[in-house]
């Protein structure tokens, strides 16, 4: 008889200990998507919470700067890209026409049209060796964006979710806070299980703080290498384009 009821005992403390652990993770839930609810519509949250967290408000507003100004500098690179290639093609044809055209003609307009028209076929070759060098820069800004930039948004997408669980805590804990008394040990214990739960959330919310803001300022600087050494690749193949073309000028415009 013994052995059954302690049996017995065993079997109710057990499925006792199971329903609570089920309604403490209703709870966690609930406040969990009440803190969802309060990001979304945009209500107004403690600014002691609030305020803690300026430095990495101020890091995501970085982060979202890089990440915007690296698209829309993909989006024209790939727009001046199309439009050199036109002007190059363009440039190509006439300069085709005229070299033919000159040929055929004996006169002095006939040997301006071929010079002219070596000159913008030259012109048109330039344009395709620009094209070139852009295209890299194209393609290592965009590696740039879908491996470093990606990287850090994952990081921040689990920060925010850390974040939310770290404020919902702190919700649930304003609300048992509000209803408790010291003599009850039965609040007493919900309130001990409650601030370990905030405790636990923090710390993992700190955590991925850091990373965030240190990812942020790695990415900063990786930008900035990344551009000077790009545009400085740009910039001579530029300078060379320009360059050459002077002296084809010079060279084709002396009769």
């Not at 000159?119 to 964006?145: H, K, N, Y």
Request: charge should be positive; glycine fraction near 4%.
């Amino acid at each position: 008889v013994s052995d059954h009821k302690q049996k017995h005992h065993d079997t109710h403390g057990k499925y006792r200990s199971e329903d609570q652990s089920v309604v403490s993770r209703m709870q966690k839930k609930y406040w969990k998507t009440k803190q969802v609810l309060i990001k979304v519509t945009g209500k107004k949250e403690d600014e002691h919470v609030v305020a803690s967290d300026a430095e990495l408000d101020a890091k995501l507003e970085v982060f979202h700067s890089i990440q915007t100004s690296c698209i829309d500098l993909l989006k024209t690179i790939e727009k001046y890209q199309q439009r050199l290639n036109v002007m190059s093609e363009n440039e190509n044809e006439l300069g085709l026409l005229l070299k033919v055209q000159g040929v055929q003609d004996a006169t002095e307009a006939g040997k301006m049209m071929e010079a002219t028209g070596k000159i913008l076929c030259s012109s048109a070759q330039q344009r395709v060796a620009l094209c070139t060098t852009l295209s890299r820069f194209g393609q290592e800004l965009a590696t740039f964006s879908h491996k470093a930039v990606s990287d850090t948004l994952l990081t921040i997408d689990r920060m925010e979710q850390a974040r939310i669980e770290y404020r919902g805590a702190l919700l649930w804990m304003k609300d048992v806070s509000q209803e408790l008394d010291p003599d009850t040990c039965k609040q007493m214990e919900k309130f001990r299980k409650v601030q370990m739960q905030v405790k636990n959330t923090k710390a993992q919310f700190d955590k991925l703080k850091m990373d965030v803001c240190q990812k942020v300022d790695l990415l900063g600087a990786s930008r900035c290498n990344m551009l000077s050494h790009s545009l400085a690749i740009y910039q001579v193949s530029m300078l060379t384009s320009q360059n050459a073309l002077y002296w084809i000028f010079e060279g084709n415009l002396t009769f």
